[in-house]
């Protein structure tokens, strides 16, 4: 079992900036695909960002782009989300997960392992 721990969350106003951290005291932390997703009230959990193992890949939904930016230090364990000029329908629940592959798209199905989320609430 692996255990992700998710951080930074918390209320900004609309052009506001936060920084998520997943901490994941695993040693096979650097092997995993890994994404954070988000849920809004009502509304399906989406994919925000992925990264791939070694971190050579990034992904992100169309609706972020240029304004999120995901990261990892594997020799800290940690996975980052640097969001910048935040918009009031970014405000949701913010998950890491972590998926045993090298590449795992966003899809949720793919994923294994979720922290426990961390909430995001930008105001206009």
């Known amino acids: 079992q692996v255990q992700l721990v998710g951080s930074g969350g918390g209320s900004v106003q609309a052009g506001g900036s936060l920084r998520l951290v997943c901490a994941a005291p695993?040693?096979?932390?650097?092997?995993?695909?890994m994404a954070w997703f988000r849920q809004a009230p009502g509304k399906e959990r989406e994919g925000v960002a992925a990264?791939?193992?070694?971190?050579?890949?990034?992904e992100y939904v169309d609706s972020v782009k240029g304004r999120f930016t995901i990261s990892r230090d594997d020799t800290a364990k940690k996975l980052y989300l640097q969001m910048t000029n935040l918009e009031p329908e970014d405000t949701g629940m913010y998950y890491c997960?972590?998926?045993?592959?090298?590449?795992?798209?966003?899809?949720?199905?793919?994923?294994?392992?979720w922290g426990q989320g961390t909430q995001v609430t930008v105001s206009s």
């Open positions: 695993e040693d096979s932390f650097h092997t995993y695909c």
């Open positions: 997960a972590a998926a045993a592959a090298g590449w795992a798209d966003m899809y949720p199905a793919n994923y294994n392992y």
């Open positions: 990264i791939s193992r070694g971190g050579v890949h990034t």
